[in-house]
């Protein structure tokens, strides 16, 4: 399991954005019961906008082989962390 710093949430059952580099990546902690589609539709309508495409729920494991996406959220039972990454960074991180 990934260890993040404390996540601030606003209701226990609505995602939120707790980490961004730039236009390369986005985390989200969400309800266990949101799908990879509902993930990347809230961070396009919610996130910042990136300039290298839409946002993208990633697996880490294609680059890690450590951890999958989603993996559990270590502060609140039955959420999860996603990983996104724009559209250009998904295409790079797939050659």
Request: include cysteine; aromatic fraction near 8%.
């Amino acid at each position: 399991m990934i260890s993040h710093d404390h996540i601030t949430l606003t209701s226990p059952d609505e995602p939120v954005i707790f980490a961004s580099l730039c236009d390369i990546s986005c985390s989200i902690c969400a309800p266990a019961s949101m799908n990879a589609h509902e993930i990347a539709a809230y961070a396009n309508e919610h996130g910042t906008k990136s300039e290298l495409g839409p946002w993208k729920v990633f697996d880490v494991y294609e680059i890690t082989r450590t951890s999958h996406t989603p993996n559990p959220c270590n502060q609140v039972d039955g959420r999860v962390h996603w990983f996104l990454l724009s559209e250009q960074m998904t295409k790079r991180a797939g050659q």
